[in-house]
């Protein structure tokens, strides 16, 4: 019983999505602090107020706190700026130029004959049947 745990958890894909979790929590730590450190403090050097949380109204004896939510709300949409334009716009410029041009034209198809399948129409022989085609 054992055996089959320790295979399950040294397959590659537990392991890569532990390292994930753990990549994902220390980069969230990141995120968080320059949300929490950098970017609140400009926001309230630019409007005057960093924190909405005393902001409430009282309802039928019930103290509704939307100051809070405010705070989340503002907090959740600097994070995902901050995950977007310092992870997601970088990665995927990097990888538009690593990556092969997909602009080249694919190469013009022909029939074979004999399997029918589709192949490139400078092909001397079918890739899947061998068959041969004249020069």
Same mark, same amino acid.
């Given at each position: 019983?054992?055996?089959?745990? #320790?295979?399950? &958890?040294?397959?590659?894909? &537990?392991?890569?999505?532990? &390292? ?10 990141? +995120? ?37 939510? +405010? ?11 901050? &995950?977007?334009?310092? #992870? +997601? ?12 041009? #997909?602009? #080249? ?13 589709? +192949? ?16």
């Amino acid at each position: 019983m054992f055996s089959g745990f #320790a295979k399950f &958890v040294m397959r590659g894909n &537990v392991a890569d999505l532990a &390292v994930a979790v753990v990549m994902g929590a220390a980069f969230g730590a990141v +995120i968080t602090a320059l949300v929490k450190d950098l970017l609140t403090p400009l926001i309230a050097a630019l409007v005057g107020k960093p924190d909405f949380s005393s902001l409430a109204f009282t309802l039928n004896n019930s103290r509704l706190l939307y100051g809070d939510f +405010i705070n989340a709300v503002i907090s959740f949409v600097l994070v995902a700026a901050a &995950v977007y334009y310092f #992870a +997601i716009a970088p990665l995927n410029a990097l990888t538009r130029r690593l990556s092969p041009q #997909a602009d #080249a034209e694919p190469p013009k198809l022909k029939g074979c004959p004999e399997c029918l399948s589709e +192949i490139p129409e400078a092909a001397r022989r079918c890739k899947f049947c061998t068959t041969a085609f004249a020069a």
